[in-house]
């Protein structure tokens, strides 16, 4: 619940929000949404996950653990906590207090996520924080301010009503010591009254804070007598541009909130995108407050959440993907119960978890991803029946957690400079940044060293980062048991890829310092495909490479449609003992083509369908799926050995 209306109600009574997920797990999400909260509803069914992602935040008594009237060591209510996985071990919370009718942040740390020990005040007469951890490690802790705000209904010399304000702090003990290295207070632009309520939608450093795009959603008292949801942009934490987004707030009006509204969370959950937002039954009464799930594709349900003694009044929900006490992974979910609503006992701070059974790692790839900005069928990020669906293929990655997101390249047309990053990419796919692995494709190097794929991935200006080195483009990693390669298939663009090519020569290398059972490899142009650019004879030696290494799976794209290839050589026989299995995924969202005449050992093709591929990550095996855009029905999946 947004404190930013005129008659604010202090204490008890006055539950206040925390902000939006985004990468609660392996960096995930974050968040969380950025991408879809400016958008309006489309016309679609409601994922296929909704009733079970609803029960899990409806079924308290059913949670793996819970806590009622939640208080920290020295007795104050945990109101309003957002809690995120602590780096050190344990978890971080940020929440508020009230001392003497002045509201204070304060973080706090945890090992098991139900008790709490107070560390330091972050703010005073400040409410309502959130806090994420940015794709750089650093901190970001927004909170609605009580003093001396400006702009819309103020000035300088006479500050009032409530706004913005963030806080950065670049280490753990910086954050649990109060020692922000970065500080801002927003002018208020949309409500002369109040804005707050602050989530943090997702965040783009190149290569920090002082160089970045934090998109954050916040409340705004709109005419100074309700409040709505908006969304603003703030680049390089010094300029800020604010916007009302129409689909949240219309959806959950028409489902029965006459009162306040407003975003509070967002998360992934296996074949949905998931917003929490509060919603107030009858303007003004504290015991209608109710937490309603909201999807772009479904619109916005009211939830019915069974406590164990029948409350009925929830604001100020939250849910967050966490490594679970013990081991493993969970949801965490918040809710503020007012005292008007609550069953006996129940009042105040509720946090329950619930552990989800969470085994291999599963990654997700495709390739020839965002479109342009200034693309024709852009069509402000919504796209045409045929082309630009790099949002929807975008929302299919925040489905459920992920060990790692890989583009294969064309990620960013038409030419990948850093604004069409920023203008289309950032806000779809680049939302899983922090556990993204890349490959550049040829439209990267329409821009001569593919500079803008590299300053969007390590950063502007430096040499060595997640996307590799500027000079090659190639590294490797492991997630899990597999050994994973990500080569530079721009043969032509000053990246050999020949016999005793420097590329050639590190590829064997790395192969023999990491004989894994299980080798995937991937790169933007195909060795073998059916459709109109056809094979890459080029990339030859490459395969051979991973043939003599034994490696077991090649992911591409290049060609805008998906095919599945039997296990092959480095000439195209069939060989089902050693051979290679290899993936084209260009269904990222650009366009699609056709299909020539379909290539020996070519199992499975489709050229109409925008989506993802989903590898789950087994220790000597593999299992594939590919899974379509939101309304689409063509599939493949099966399963795999590794040599």
């Known amino acids: 619940m947004c404190r930013v209306g005129k008659a604010r109600v202090r204490g008890r009574n006055r539950p206040r929000e925390v902000n939006g997920v985004k990468r609660a797990l392996t960096a995930l999400l974050v968040s969380a949404v950025g991408a879809t909260a400016g958008l309006s509803l489309a016309s679609a069914d409601a994922p296929s996950s909704q009733p079970e992602f609803a029960s899990l935040v409806q079924d308290v008594p059913s949670a793996t653990a819970y806590r009622y009237s939640a208080k920290d060591d020295r007795g104050d209510s945990l109101a309003t906590i957002k809690i995120i996985n602590n780096p050190d071990g344990g978890y971080l919370g940020v929440y508020h207090i009230q001392v003497g009718g002045v509201y204070y942040v304060r973080v706090g740390t945890s090992a098991d996520m139900l008790t709490w020990k107070a560390r330091t005040v972050l703010a005073s007469y400040a409410s309502q924080p959130t806090i994420t951890r940015l794709s750089d490690g650093t901190f970001l802790v927004a909170y609605e301010s009580d003093t001396g705000c400006i702009g819309a209904g103020a000035s300088l010399t006479a500050p009032k009503g409530a706004c913005l304000a963030l806080q950065h702090y670049p280490t753990v003990t910086a954050l649990l010591t109060r020692k922000p290295d970065r500080a801002l207070q927003l002018k208020r632009t949309l409500s002369r009254c109040a804005e707050g309520t602050p989530n943090i939608y997702s965040d783009h450093l190149s290569p920090d804070v002082t160089h970045s795009v934090i998109r954050v959603g916040f409340h705004y008292f709109r005419d100074c007598k309700v409040d709505r949801q908006a969304i603003g942009t703030l680049t390089d934490f010094a300029y800020w541009k604010a916007e009302v987004p129409q689909g949240p707030n219309a959806n959950v009006q028409a489902a029965g909130a006459q009162g306040n509204i407003g975003d509070r969370d967002s998360i992934g959950f296996s074949g949905g995108v998931y917003r929490l937002i509060e919603g107030q039954l009858v303007p003004g009464d504290f015991s209608t407050w109710r937490t309603f799930l909201y999807t772009q594709q479904g619109g916005a349900q009211q939830l019915s959440i069974r406590t164990h003694r029948g409350s009925v009044a929830f604001a100020n929900p939250t849910a967050t993907w966490v490594k679970a006490p013990g081991g493993g992974i969970a949801i965490v979910f918040t809710q503020f119960i007012p005292l008007t609503g609550a069953a006996p006992g129940e009042a105040g701070e509720l946090i329950y978890y619930r552990k989800i059974p969470f085994d291999d790692p599963v990654i997700a790839a495709a390739g020839d991803i965002a479109c342009s900005p200034t693309s024709a069928s852009f069509n402000g990020g919504l796209g045409t029946a045929t082309a630009c669906h790099q949002n929807y293929t975008g929302d299919l990655l925040r489905l459920s957690p992920l060990a790692g997101v890989l583009p294969l390249g064309d990620n960013q047309y038409e030419d990948g400079t850093l604004t069409s990053y920023l203008g289309s990419y950032d806000l779809t796919w680049g939302l899983l940044k ?173 050229s109409v369908t925008f989506g993802i591929l989903k590898l789950t990550l087994h220790p000597g095996s593999y299992d594939w799926a590919f899974v379509p855009e939101a309304g689409k029905t063509f599939t493949d999946f099966g399963s795999g050995n590794c040599h």
């Open 434 to 606: 922090g556990i993204t692995y890349p490959t550049p494709g040829n439209h990267e190097y329409n821009t001569p060293g593919a500079t803008g794929y590299f300053d969007y991935f390590n950063g502007t200006g430096v040499l060595d980062g997640r996307a590799g080195s500027r000079s090659k483009g190639y590294y490797s990693y492991d997630i899990g048991t597999w050994h994973v390669i990500s080569l530079n298939s721009n043969c032509t663009s000053g990246i050999s890829c020949a016999a005793g090519s420097p590329q050639e020569q590190w590829l064997r290398a790395d192969l023999a310092a990491h004989p894994a059972a299980c080798t995937l490899a991937y790169w933007h142009h195909p060795r073998f495909s059916s459709g109109s650019h056809g094979d890459s004879p080029l990339l030859q030696p490459l395969w051979q490479a991973l043939y003599d290494g034994n490696a077991d799976v090649v992911l591409s794209g290049h060609d805008h449609l998906y095919e599945r290839f039997a296990p092959q050589t480095p000439t195209g026989a069939a060989d089902p003992a050693r051979g290679i299995r290899e993936f084209v995924v260009g269904t990222g969202g650009r366009s699609h083509y056709s299909f020539a005449t379909p290539e020996p050992n070519s199992e499975v093709r489709n």
